[in-house]
């Protein structure tokens, strides 16, 4: 079973700081890895990322996947209280005619003034 | 270009009653995506729909639950004779094509079981 592992599950820092989140996972098939921000609504997608060491990047948010260690980190730099939010990581599974995500629980950030 | 649909936003049902869902996707997209979210759990995949056609629904309890996605028309999660837990949000998510499921979500209906 295709399994997606993040930690911490949750972080409160002031604003300013710098935050990593991770995110590993197992899963037959890989295809992409994905980044979504959820505040108390539909998850909105961040980043889709296929390619192992290739940063994506935007504005004060990146992201960068590691295939060997089956992993990835997600840095947020001069974070803002509007970024308080549950960050979501997610796999895809391109097994058979499927593509599902499998999502881990999450990390809930908070960003204190 | 209105984004995913789902109606309602909030259902309360009591113990037993049954419980529609349902969302439009995104116009162009064929690909809808059911997912449901307990407290303090992340997204749990349901089933994955074409039109007319289940396509995967490894996801979904063998009992009370189904899904359909008709030619014309929302998608439709039916939960039949919902227990309390079943509260839960359901977010749905829809892609133009196959291997794109980085797709869009909607809003999600929060379901409520008395």
């Known amino acids: 079973e295709d399994k997606v592992v993040q930690s911490p599950l949750s972080l409160v820092v002031h604003e300013g700081d710098t935050v990593t989140l991770n995110c590993s996972y197992e899963v037959t098939n890989f295809r992409s890895l994905l980044w979504y921000k959820q505040e108390k609504k539909a998850p909105t997608f961040l980043f889709m990322l296929t390619s192992s060491g290739i940063e994506k990047k935007s504005g004060r948010l990146s992201s960068i996947l590691d295939k060997k260690e089956l992993s990835s980190i997600l840095n947020i730099t001069a974070t803002q209280t509007g970024d308080s939010a549950i960050y979501l990581c997610?796999?895809?599974?391109?097994?058979?005619?499927?593509?599902?995500?499998?999502f881990g629980k999450g990390t809930l950030l908070t960003v204190n003034p | 270009n209105a984004g995913v649909m789902q109606n309602p936003r909030h259902l309360v049902r009591r113990r037993g009653q049954e419980a529609r869902l349902r969302c439009s996707p995104m116009k162009g997209h064929s690909h809808v995506y059911w997912y449901r979210q307990l407290p303090e759990e992340g997204l749990k995949f349901m089933v994955y729909l074409q039109k007319e056609n289940i396509i995967d629904e490894s996801g979904m309890p063998k009992e009370r639950f189904s899904a359909e996605f008709p030619k014309e028309g929302p998608s439709i999660l039916r939960i039949q004779q919902v227990v309390r837990g079943d509260s839960a949000a359901y977010f749905c998510a829809s892609s133009p094509s196959v291997g794109n499921s980085a797709a869009f979500f909607g809003q999600g209906t929060r379901l409520t079981v008395v």
């Open positions: 997610a796999v895809e599974n391109s097994g058979g005619s499927n593509y599902k995500l499998t």
